[in-house]
């Protein structure tokens, strides 16, 4: 590809990232916040499994030494 063709591909990307609306962090750590404390019940990791046969990282078999 020449290098006309390179920039025309770098501005056309460049415009599209202009274009993206922007949020404030605040506003959005605000968002996440309230999304993690409104999914905490169902968070298997924050509450762990009821059964411990519903863990699929639960170890399969024991380790074993030769």
């Known amino acids: 590809m020449s290098s ?6 770098l501005v056309e990307q460049l415009r599209q990232e202009a274009s993206i ?4 962090v605040s506003t959005v ?3 996440i ?3 993690c404390q409104d999914h905490e019940s169902a968070d298997v990791l924050v509450r762990g499994w009821v ?3 519903d ?3 639960k170890e399969k078999a024991g380790c074993l030494l030769l």
Do not use: E, H, Y
């Not at 006309?4 to 591909?9: E, W």
């Not at 609306?21 to 404030?24: L, S």
């Open 4 to 9: 006309v063709g390179t920039k025309k591909k």
């Open 21 to 24: 609306d922007r949020q404030k």
């Open 29 to 31: 750590c605000k968002d």
């Open 33 to 35: 916040i309230k999304f």
């Open 51 to 53: 059964s411990p046969k």
């Open 55 to 57: 863990n699929p990282f």
